[in-house]
């Protein structure tokens, strides 16, 4: 596909001296990570090993364990994106301002915390099991592999969803040593709820992307097609989470929150017009945040009461 138009010529901001002080360290390295997104995969681990629980022991360590294999892998993932797409955000507007083209995190030190969390990984995943072992390169290279999708496939927002997807999978082997058939419903409603809000964030930067020929849904389809794309794909998240709560054996409480997602999820798209995406910040990380949180709330309660 060729550009349409060429890349916008860009004023781009100096580089700046990186940050002194470990706190001031940490804060830009969450930055760069965007450690407030974790509110879209951890509960959705966390509500896997809870139903996980039922039928094997889930011990606190074991617990914590989970928590930070899930850390390590996004912090893995986030900072290997950064640092293969540095080109493309010190050419894109809204991306411009990173830590790396800015000169806020140098490369080689990005590189060693990608090295650094994928070894912790592995090593949390050893003491998880050796199932969780064998399959740890595989995780890894789900969440690494994404950020290269974008240069050839249009379905790059499914490979996002699905390595995600495999946060809650990993979480139930973790428990239980194996999978079952609520952790798989929940993997397709995981892979198609992100798949589904990532095509909104998308839409931010459709006419980049297609400038600069990287491959998305809104690029393919237009803003029209790739909303209603998004839409299908939620349809989808909801069936898939109420076969994981039939198949989970989950009361009313757990579909009680269901619906209370499939509000908000309804409120996500009715917010949204082809002629008027100014509230696309809100939709994709405010009401997406609120519904992980509902699903972890709902499932704990369900399981708890």
């Known amino acids: ?41 951890l509960p959705f ?8 629980s039922r039928t ?25 994106n950064r640092i293969v797409d540095r080109h493309f955000d010190a050419r894109n507007p809204r991306t411009a301002n990173r830590e790396i083209p800015r000169g806020l995190v140098p490369l080689r030190t990005a590189v060693a915390l990608v090295l650094l969390s994928s ?51 990993g979480a139930w082997i973790a428990v239980t040593g194996g999978l079952a058939a609520p952790a798989l419903w929940l993997m397709l409603a995981v892979t198609t709820w992100i798949g589904g809000f990532d095509i909104l964030y998308a839409l931010a930067d459709r006419g980049f992307d297609e400038s600069a020929q990287l491959r998305s849904i809104p690029v393919r389809f237009g803003v029209k097609g790739a909303l209603w794309i998004s839409g299908g794909l939620h349809g989808v998240t909801l069936v ?15 579909f009680a929150g269901l619906a209370v997602i499939a509000g908000i999820l309804v409120w996500e798209h009715s917010i949204l017009r082809p002629s008027d995406l100014s509230r696309l910040d809100m939709a994709f990380f405010n009401l997406n945040g609120y ?4 699903f972890l709330v709902a499932t704990l309660t369900d399981l708890w009461l």
Not at 8 to 18: K, Y
Not at 245 to 252: H, K
Not at 291 to 294: D, F, G, Y
């Open 56 to 80: 094997h022991a889930l011990t606190w360590p074991r617990l914590g364990a989970i928590v930070v294999a899930m850390a390590a892998a996004r912090t893995a993932a986030m900072g290997w």
């Open 119 to 169: 070894a912790i990984f592995i090593a949390v995943s050893a003491y998880l099991g050796p199932l969780c072992l064998a399959l740890s390169p595989v995780a890894l290279g789900l969440v690494l592999g994404y950020s290269y999708t974008k240069r050839f496939t249009w379905l790059c927002h499914l490979v996002l969803g699905f390595a995600i997807a495999a946060g809650p999978a």
């Open 45 to 52: 681990a966390l509500a896997a090993a809870a139903m996980a």
């Open 291 to 294: 519904v992980s949180v509902a």
């Open 1 to 41: 596909m060729k550009p349409t138009s060429a890349p916008p010529s860009l004023s781009l901001p100096d580089p700046v001296t990186p940050p002194r002080g470990v706190l001031a360290q940490v804060r830009t390295f969450g930055r760069m990570i965007k450690f407030s997104h974790t509110v879209f995969a």
């Open 240 to 254: 898939a989470l109420v076969f994981t709560g039939l198949s989970g054996g989950l009361q009313a409480i757990y």
